[in-house]
């Protein structure tokens, strides 16, 4: 694994970079900050714990934490995080409020080391199959992402959970227990210990064949990313520059209407990623391509997300925040 670390270290050029490691204690994060501090100068690394307070143990993990990088002699920042699970799940809301924490208290490009491994990305390929994910979905986890502002790097998606313990068991490192792990009632728990145990039984090297599927999504998800990005330079009005920012675009309309369904569908994912804004489930993205290439002059498509909206006005497609849309005067928004 510390070959593996120091490889993938060079190929990121990362060498004399300050780097975080999201710590939580666990064994994954524990190993992966063990192998770290060997590997990179010193001083050049430090550790962020994110105190959820989901579990009656969160204080205790959050000590674990401290006492281990003042042992190691790692600098941690422990951030404190209120989750709110407004209908996107306990797990997601936790998630999505643990990368805006940590984007709000690293420096912007941070190098971020992630422990997630195989098995993690096992589980997310099943995962975001069932939901009915596209090859961005399926591409899962990505070894090199950035998200927020920061560098997510994960080293080991090609590494097993059992090699990482088995490795830390040999270091004689200890390590604290989520018991929201062992929870069946969370969608991906029930993966881990119900789902992919049978599926390995019945296929061997499963976790292998499921990382593998990821890494082809994850090329043709790049493809088609390129694909939306020839699409936008072809469809930004004449009047501005190639290299317009994608949150003050203006998209002609007559250009859109070109596209193919499927190619209008990608260049309009393509651009809410661009603007981190959420892609809406894919009938109401599909319906707002269609009323895109049936609406009459009269007629003003409009997709309304939570970050802002997409709509169609002198035609032309045009974006408008949240923030931008609060400036704008009843009467205005009433025409758009």
Excluded at 278 to 290: K, S
């Amino acid at each position: 694994m510390r070959d593996d670390l120091v490889a993938f270290l060079s190929a990121q050029g990362l060498g004399a970079s300050t780097c975080y490691l999201g710590f939580s204690g666990g064994c994954d994060s524990l190993s992966l900050l063990h192998v770290l501090r060997e590997v990179l100068a010193p001083g050049s690394l430090s550790a962020v714990h994110v105190h959820h307070g989901l579990s009656p143990q969160a204080d205790a993990w959050a000590d674990f934490c401290r006492q281990t990088c003042a042992q190691w002699d790692i600098p941690l920042q422990i951030v404190r995080v209120q989750v709110r699970a407004c209908g996107e799940g306990l797990e997601a809301a936790a998630r999505t409020a643990r990368y805006a924490a940590l984007a709000a208290h690293l420096p912007p490009g941070a190098p971020l080391f992630l422990a997630q491994h195989r098995d993690d990305q096992a589980e997310t390929v099943l995962f975001n199959l069932l939901r009915g994910s596209g090859v961005q979905g399926l591409a899962a986890m990505r070894a090199c992402r950035g998200r927020q502002g920061l560098l997510l790097l994960r080293p080991w998606l090609g590494v097993s959970r059992q090699t990482i313990e088995a490795y830390a068991r040999e270091q004689g490192l200890r390590w604290i227990e989520d018991e929201s792990n062992i929870d069946q009632r969370f969608s991906r728990n029930f993966l881990r210990h119900r789902a992919l145990p049978v599926l390995r039984e019945r296929f061997l090297g499963a976790d292998s064949a499921l990382a593998q599927a990821a890494q082809h999504c994850a090329e043709a998800a790049d493809l088609l990313g390129d694909l939306a990005a020839l699409d936008w330079q072809q469809a930004v009005v004449a009047d501005v520059a190639a290299d317009v920012a994608v949150d003050v675009a203006t998209l002609c309309l007559s250009k859109l209407r070109g596209l193919s369904a499927a190619r209008l569908k990608n260049l309009l994912r393509w651009w809410l990623r661009a603007l981190t804004w959420q892609v809406p489930a894919a009938r109401r993205l599909e319906e707002f391509c269609r009323q895109i290439q049936q609406a009459g002059p009269d007629k003003h498509p409009r997709l309304s997300l939570a970050e802002g909206c997409l709509y169609v006005q002198g035609g032309a497609l045009r974006s408008l925040t949240c923030a931008t849309q609060r400036g704008v005067k009843r009467q205005t928004m009433r025409d758009l």
